[in-house]
Antibody, heavy 121, light 110 residues
């Protein structure tokens, strides 16, 4: 049974860089799945940040694309998120998730428990 | 503002059947499959429906999904108090080249 666990600083200063890592267990990061980050700001809905394949291919939310970078570490079976130039609007619970294949479609299937990141000085 | 629209709230009494709608466009729901998720804030979202109308193992058959054109629906029959949660539809958007969520619907069991 796949498990995902987010980790990283819970507090980031404005204009700084948010950095999170998602450790994957029960599945290989090099399996035929995509790996994703999703966030939920206080009082708001879920927002897709983007996704990455183990080859390094990525798809990012256009609204965040200029500030986002995702990467995969095959040796540690984990993937990471970097979001730069953060503001208070980036305060949110950040979830990592596996995007699985369902026939000829893909969708979010398993999620981590989420980690709260607050942007504040 | 999401490109996929859901009503912000829905409600029903125990035992009732409720339906949550999800409205998109030809670039997302009209061209791709719809997924549905149940979410209690602060917990991991749970996959309820994939490929428009398929249930993962372990999801009760009280939950069902459908899609027609650029809209989709999630129906919950035999409503229970534990169904009180936020529900999100999601799909791939060809124009954005990104996955998108609906704005979410908060279901209250009265």
């Amino acid at each position: 049974q796949v498990q995902l666990q987010e980790s990283g600083p819970g507090l980031v200063k404005p204009s700084g860089t948010l950095s999170l890592t998602c450790a994957v267990s029960g599945d290989s990061i090099t399996s035929d799945n995509w790996w994703s980050w999703v966030r939920q700001a206080p009082g708001r809905g879920l927002e897709c940040i983007g996704e990455i394949y183990h080859s390094g291919s990525t798809n990012y939310n256009p609204s965040l694309k200029s500030r986002v970078a995702m990467s995969v570490d095959k040796s540690k079976n984990q993937f990471s998120l970097k979001l730069n130039s953060v503001t208070a609007a980036d305060t949110a619970v950040y979830y990592c998730a596996r995007i699985a294949t369902f026939g000829d479609s893909r969708g979010w299937e398993k999620w981590g428990q989420g980690t709260l990141v607050t942007v504040s000085s | 503002q999401s490109v996929v629209t859901q009503p912000p709230s829905a409600s029903g009494t125990p035992g009732q059947r409720v339906t949550i709608s999800c409205s998109g466009s030809s670039s997302n729901i009209g061209a791709n499959y719809v997924y549905w998720y149940q979410h209690l804030p602060g917990t991991a979202p749970k996959l309820l429906i994939y490929r428009n109308n398929q249930r993962p193992s372990g999801v009760p058959d009280r939950f069902s999904g459908s899609k027609s054109g650029t809209s989709a629906s999630l129906a919950i029959s035999g409503l229970r108090s534990e169904d009180e949660a936020d529900y999100y539809c999601a799909s791939w958007d060809d124009s954005l080249s990104s996955r998108v969520f609906g704005g979410g619907t908060k279901l209250t069991v009265l």
